[in-house]
């Protein structure tokens, strides 16, 4: 939480990335409630029981053009019904 206050203090949002492994063994979640979390879980479904705003389903990928495999993220932002206007 030391990192978060620091990020924010000066001027800056904060945001934590996090597995569910840690979510559950190395942090407390509990002093997160009030900062961005990006959960990577790379399953069909999230497999959390902790709040996140940013998902991230998947670490590999691949782009037209490019013949090797290639690192990419691909990331889903959980938006909450009706937050958005047209």
């Not at 709040?51 to 938006?79: C, K, L, N, P």
Request: glycine fraction near 6%; charge should be negative; avoid cysteine.
């Amino acid at each position: 939480m030391a990192f978060v206050k620091a990020i924010e203090d000066a001027g800056y949002t904060a945001g934590i990335y996090a597995n569910r492994e840690w979510q559950k063994n190395v942090l407390d979640m509990t002093q997160f409630q009030n900062t961005i979390v990006w959960f990577a879980g790379f399953t069909d479904t999230p497999q959390t029981a902790y709040h996140f705003e940013y998902w991230q389903y998947s670490h590999t990928g691949s782009v037209d053009g490019i013949a090797s495999d290639v690192d990419v993220d691909m990331d889903i932002r959980m938006v909450p019904t009706g937050s958005l206007t047209n």
